[in-house]
């Protein structure tokens, strides 16, 4: 995974928090699903990046 990818699915995962946090502390509903949304949304791209990377780990280890 990149450092870019980790870093921009870092920043989604902690803005759904903030966005969670808020929606609790004001009642807003809305806000909190969206939060929780935004952070499940940087989880699957976690999930993703790190297939990508032990398919390659495979492939490299076929390559020697």
Do not use: C, P, R
């Not at 809305?30 to 952070?39: C, N, P, R």
């Not at 990046?49 to 495979?58: L, N, R, S």
Request: hydrophobic share 30%.
């Amino acid at each position: 995974m990149g450092l870019g990818d980790k870093i921009s699915n870092k920043t989604e995962d902690m803005t759904g928090k903030a966005k969670e946090g808020t929606g609790k502390a004001t009642g807003n509903e809305s806000l909190e699903a969206e939060g929780k949304g935004d952070q499940a949304s940087a989880s699957i791209k976690d999930g993703v990046e790190k297939v990508k990377d032990a398919a390659k780990d495979v492939k490299d280890a076929f390559k020697k």
